[in-house]
């Protein structure tokens, strides 16, 4: 075989086996483990405070005050 190729099969193997190191460090460990996403990002997307204040809230302040009123005066249960 020539030098030059041996010389890039080297480099070739060494930056495989770079990749794969620094993938082991950066992927984390629950990577996979549901599919294709992090298994802990479940558990963080569950400890997440809900947003929602309350459709009288958001006709309060005027952000949807027209569909609010509009809302409120057809009869449908709040």
């Known amino acids: ?3 030059h190729v041996k010389r890039a099969m080297m480099l070739l193997i060494i930056a495989i086996i770079g990749f794969i190191f620094v993938r082991s460090l950066i992927v984390p460990a ?4 549901y599919g294709w996403y992090r298994g802990d990002s479940v558990n963080d997307n569950r400890n997440f405070e809900i947003g929602y204040a309350g459709s009288i809230t958001c006709g309060e302040e ?7 009123t509009i ?8």
Request: overall charge positive.
């Open 71 to 78: 809302w409120v005066d057809s009869g449908i249960k709040q």
């Open 30 to 33: 629950t990577f996979g483990q």
């Open 1 to 3: 075989m020539q030098p």
């Open 62 to 68: 005027n952000c949807h005050k027209p569909i609010y």
